[in-house]
């Protein structure tokens, strides 16, 4: 009897565990799925929100919004922020959101959306070279070498004098390249944060500290002056409310779940897919123009990204 019943309860155990592997998985995939195509959605989104709100402005609303449902909810269940979660929140904060979201945001003024996400994508070159100076402490591998090579000839080719379709700028493209370099050091800083291990308080708490820098930068630069919230446009708050669940709540928080179980090399590789998405939409919603330079630009920062994810093994 007593070995019937411990046959039993070892089945049941067994069952218990493969059902929280199984669902593991499932949530794994989930959050992945959404890191690749919610965020490679959320390009168009931004250009449609910033067409009638002012960029730092949308992105600061972003993520009040999205940092404060969540600030709610945790507070409901129990979660209390401690003044060292929030001092470590100023710098992903500011490295993600300020920098990171704001430079995007004010660069999709010039730049289509489709191309940003290119430009994006140079996040995973961005975090290999980062992670070897500042954890391995060794000169990059050649793989590594030949990736970033190949991510900055396919740089040059969208930035390269375009008379007919002017989002070449070299100033846009900077300041989105920027914005990927300081997205792939918040990565980097978040894995050694006070913020590491609760992916709530990191999502919730550098959303609510990047918004206020956002806000006010978007003040002090008076971006917002002239701006009446009646002149908003209906495909402006749509994308804008958008952004808030999808691209801030859904996305940012399978991003800080997933660095906490994945490696940083594999979670980024949301930029493989990101650019392809954001180009289909770009071309399918916005009219964004696809031509010969753009699909050459895609296949040498594809190849980067695959060279730089070989060298990490």
């Not at 904060?93 to 003024?109: D, I, K, P, Y």
């Not at 399918?284 to 695959?306: C, N, Q």
Request: glycine share 8%; proline share 4%.
């Amino acid at each position: 009897m007593q070995r019937a019943h411990a046959s039993r309860s070892d089945r049941s155990r067994a069952l218990t565990a493969s059902t929280g592997r199984h669902s593991s998985r499932v949530l794994i995939a989930l959050s992945f799925l959404a890191i690749y195509v919610i965020w490679g959605s959320t390009y168009l989104a931004i250009r449609y929100a910033i067409e009638t709100i002012p960029p730092l402005l949308t992105a600061g609303f972003r993520h009040l919004i999205a940092g404060s449902i969540l600030l709610a909810w945790g507070l409901v269940h129990g979660k209390r922020p401690t003044l060292a979660q929030w001092r470590a929140s100023l710098v992903l904060g500011f490295l993600f959101f300020l920098v990171g979201h704001g430079s995007l945001h004010w660069a999709e003024q010039s730049v289509p959306s489709g191309i940003a996400a290119l430009l994006i994508a140079t996040e995973p070159i961005f975090l290999a070279l980062l992670i070897a100076l500042t954890q391995t402490k060794r000169i990059p591998d050649k793989s590594t070498m030949a990736g970033l090579v190949l991510g900055l000839v396919g740089v040059a080719v969208l930035i390269k004098p375009d008379p007919v379709h002017p989002h070449g700028s070299l100033i846009g493209t900077l300041v989105v390249l920027v914005g990927s370099l300081s997205w792939s050091a918040g990565i980097v800083m978040s894995r050694r944060s006070r913020l590491a291990g609760d992916p709530l308080m990191m999502t919730t708490l550098s959303l609510l500290s990047g918004a206020a820098m956002l806000l006010l930068v978007s003040w002090l630069t008076g971006e917002a002056r002239g701006f009446h919230p009646a002149d908003v446009s209906l495909r402006s708050l749509y994308g804008l409310l958008y952004l808030i669940v999808f691209g801030s709540l859904v996305a940012f928080t399978a991003l800080n779940w997933l660095l906490e179980r994945c490696s940083p090399t594999l979670v980024i590789t949301h930029s493989y897919v990101n650019p392809i998405v954001a180009l289909l939409l770009g071309w399918a919603l916005a009219g964004e123009r696809i031509d010969l330079s753009v699909l050459l630009a895609a296949f040498l920062v594809v190849s980067a990204i695959v060279l730089v994810r070989h060298a990490e093994g």
